[in-house]
C-alpha cells in the first residue's frame, strides 16, 4: 500500500506546526471566496454543483479506504458521525437548494466542523488520505452553507437556530438508539473519544451531553449573531 494512502507510522499530532498551516490555509480560503463573492456569482451554479458533489464523493472515498485497508466495520465505519451525516446532507442542499437543510445545517455543520478542525478525532498524518479527507471535508461543510449565503443570499431567523437544536436532538436520538443495538459510539453518545477532545473539560459521562447541548446552543446563537448584524444594516 503506498505510504500516501495508508501509512500508520506516520501519525497526526494536535496544534503541530502541519495542524496550524492547514487552519491557516482554510481561513485564507474562505477570506479569499468572501473578498472575491461578487466575481463569482457568475459561476455559482457550477460552484455550488462541484461541491456538492464533492462531499458527497468524499463521504463514499472514505467507505472505500474503509474497506481497502481492512478498517471497515459497523462500529465505526457507518455514516453515522454528525460530520459524516453533515457532509452528505449538505451535498444533497447545494444539489437541491433546499432552505431548510440550508437553515439547520449552517449552525450544525459549520459548529461541528469548526470543534473537529480545532480537535480531530484522527490518526493519520499528512499527507497521507485520511489527513487530505478528513480537512478538505471539513472545510467544504463549512463553505457549503457560506456559499448560499454570499452567493445565492440565502437568510437566517432566531427561529433558524430553534429548528437547527431540534434537528440535532432528533438526529442525537436516533443515533443513541443505533449505538445501542451496534454496541457503537457514533456522535461520541456512548462514551469519550480515546483521544484528547474538548469533551475532556466537560465532565465525566453522561453528564458532558448536558453540556454539550448547552454550548452547542450557545455556538448556535454566536454563529447568527453576525448574520443578524448584516442582514439588519441591509434591511
Known sequence: MN???YNP???FHMWDMTHLVTISVMLI??????KYRKALIPHRRVIRLTVGWLLIASRLSLDIWYVTTD???VQSSLPLELCSISSLLAGVMLLTKNKFLFEVLYFIAIGGAMMAIATPDLYFGFPQY???QFFIDHFLLIFAPLMMIW????KLTWHSIFKSFLFLNGLAAVVFVMNHFLAANYMFLSEKPAGASLLDLLGPYPYYLVSLELI???LFFLLYIPL???QKQRS
Open 71 to 73: 478498517q471497515w466495520s
Open 151 to 154: 452567493l445565492y443570499d440565502y
Open 130 to 132: 485520511r489527513y487530505m
Open 29 to 34: 480560503l474562505l477570506i479569499s471566496i468572501y
Open 9 to 11: 507510522e506516520v501519525q
Open 228 to 230: 443578524w448584524f448584516i
Open 216 to 218: 452547542a446552543l450557545c
Open 3 to 5: 505510504n500516501w494512502f
